[in-house]
């Protein structure tokens, strides 16, 4: 089992930046795979970007990737997801979630999911 405990969700200003933590303990292995998700109210769960820890590759989605970037801190097992040029439309609850092997863009592919943490960027 792999528990997984995100931080550092608040409330910020257009243009903003703002760092999310994602902390992972239990038998995570070496090919583990770690992703954010996100969630706005009334929309659907969408793949916001994710590391492989084994091949250190990331992979973003289009719609963040000239201002979201994915770090590890391998001395805490932390996945970091740092957060710049915030818009109002990034706000939403934003999820941690694990794999095994390869990074994938579909959150029913991901075997386990922290608890979230709310981003709200305001205009």
């Known amino acids: 089992q792999v528990q997984l405990v995100e931080s550092g969700g608040g409330l910020v200003q257009a243009g903003d930046s703002l760092r999310l933590s994602c902390a992972a303990s239990?038998?995570?292995?070496?090919?583990?795979?770690m992703a954010w998700f996100r969630q706005a109210p009334g929309a659907n769960r969408e793949f916001v970007g994710a590391?492989?820890?084994?091949?250190?590759?990331?992979h973003y989605a289009d719609s963040v990737k000239d201002r979201f970037t994915i770090a590890r801190d391998s001395s805490k097992n932390t996945l970091l997801l740092q957060m710049n040029s915030l818009k109002p439309e990034d706000s939403a609850v934003y999820f941690c979630?694990?794999?095994?092997?390869?990074?994938?863009?579909?959150?029913?592919?991901?075997?386990?999911w922290g608890q979230g943490t709310q981003v709200t960027v305001s205009s």
């Open positions: 979630a694990a794999r095994q092997y390869t990074i994938s863009m579909f959150q029913h592919e991901y075997n386990y």
């Open positions: 239990g038998r995570m292995g070496s090919a583990f795979v």
């Open positions: 590391f492989n820890w084994w091949t250190r590759r990331t």
